[in-house]
């Protein structure tokens, strides 16, 4: 692209004069990234799929129905995302009411 306004003007009416580097660079790094709404989905699928339809104990954690054991670097590797991504994600969902999280150390600490 050049600093010419009119010739900026004519490349992008004309899709052969944008540069392909540039569109290789600003297309997504990977098509296996979940979107926010992906990741939510999974979330709502984990809780639902009827793995635990009664109480189990996982540890020292009692699971009930609705429940799932997952780590923030699990999600982080299904969802393709960064750990403090799903971290905020997962906060997000929590100030919404939509979710509640607890962490396993503190579950342990708890129980003695």
Do not use: H
């Not at 660079?25 to 992906?38: A, H, T």
């Not at 429940?67 to 799903?86: C, G, H, M, Y």
């Amino acid at each position: 692209m050049t600093n010419n306004k009119n010739n900026y003007a004519s490349e992008l009416n004309d899709p052969q004069g944008i540069d392909r580097s540039l569109l290789e660079y600003l297309k997504p790094k990977s098509e296996d990234r979940y979107s926010k709404l992906e990741a939510y989905c999974d979330l709502l699928t984990r809780a639902t799929s009827g793995t635990y339809s009664t109480s189990v104990v996982v540890g020292n954690l009692k699971i009930l129905p609705g429940q799932f054991v997952a780590t923030i670097s699990e999600l982080a590797r299904k969802w393709q995302w960064q750990r403090a991504t799903v971290r905020q994600f997962l906060t997000g969902l929590v100030n919404l009411c939509l979710l509640y999280t607890s962490d396993a150390a503190d579950e342990a600490r708890s129980v003695d």
